[in-house]
């Protein structure tokens, strides 16, 4: 592959993870499948009312607690939890053999060789463009390093705002659960001496909201939000991994002593030999 399409091949590539998939298919195929096996009755386990209670409260605490913009870009990232994470610890190793070509080109046409190589080849990833135009930008290494640890950090903290507002609605909704449970109880308290069919319906309310406001916490807001954090960390690991690279190209370091300082960053199997 030539130098061009090297640095092309940085884009982002989304698939379907079919770990996820299956592990959200069966857990709750396990809860169906309970159900199914205990009960005739199926209907009993639906409660509109509980329901309103749990994920109306949730969503409206979310809303009440965070800005929109974030609130609904939590709940896109219940979707993404299904797709598999762009960057990974096995994909470093590609990230490197670009900082490779990266430091061929420089040795052999300088800086601004490999600016008019970057322009041509029109890089998406927003971290590489702003790393490259860190390089070409005449720093010295300790101002690259300070600027791109500073940009690597912040996309993490901005990134994972996601994850921190799934994690407050898994907290709130098992709370909300215990106000349907409330509501439930005080509705069959006061059927006690009326309706006896309303004492049925209060208790149902009250038990199946707290199901509810478990399941949604367990099962809907907690997995996205872990997957969301494991997805960044990696993002940021790999940007320090280029951060590293591109300290080291406008130090004007040997490809092989870059290629050596690069593999500490990679598992022993993945590491890139001398070339």
């Known amino acids: 592959m030539n130098e061009k399409s090297q640095i092309s091949s940085l884009r982002t590539d989304f698939q379907i993870s079919y770990a996820s998939i299956t592990g959200a298919v069966f857990g709750f195929a396990l809860i169906i499948g309970a159900i199914l096996m205990g009960s005739r009755n199926y209907l009993s386990f639906l409660s509109i009312e509980g329901f309103m209670i749990v994920v109306g409260g949730t969503l409206a605490v979310a ?49 601004r060789g490999l600016e008019a190589e970057v322009q041509d080849a029109g890089i998406k990833d927003p971290f590489v463009r702003y790393s490259l135009d860190m390089v070409v930008s005449n720093y010295t290494p300790e101002e690259v390093r300070a600027m791109m640890e500073t940009a690597a950090d912040a996309f993490y903290e901005r990134d994972t705002t996601a994850a921190r507002v799934l994690m407050s609605m898994a907290s709130h909704a098992p709370a909300f659960g215990m106000v349907g449970t409330l509501v439930g109880m005080v509705i069959m308290m006061g059927n006690f001496k009326g309706d006896i069919a309303g004492i049925g319906t209060g208790l149902s309310v009250s038990l199946l909201a707290t199901l509810y406001g478990v399941v949604t916490a367990r099962m809907v807001y907690m997995p996205p ?3 969301i954090l494991q997805k ?10 280029i951060t590293e690279g591109m300290v080291l190209l406008v130090d004007n370091r040997s490809h092989h002593y870059i290629q050596d300082r690069l593999n500490s960053f990679l598992k022993p199997g993945l590491q890139q030999k001398t070339l």
């Open 63 to 111: 809303f009440m607690s965070y800005q929109a913009n974030y609130v609904i870009e939590a709940l896109k990232g219940i979707g993404l939890m299904f797709r598999k994470a762009a960057v990974t610890h096995e994909n470093l190793h590609r990230d490197m053999i670009n900082i490779l070509d990266w430091a061929r080109i420089v040795r052999s046409r300088g800086l």
């Open 232 to 241: 960044q960390e990696d993002l940021r690991f790999r940007n320090y991994l």
């Open 225 to 227: 939000a872990a997957k």
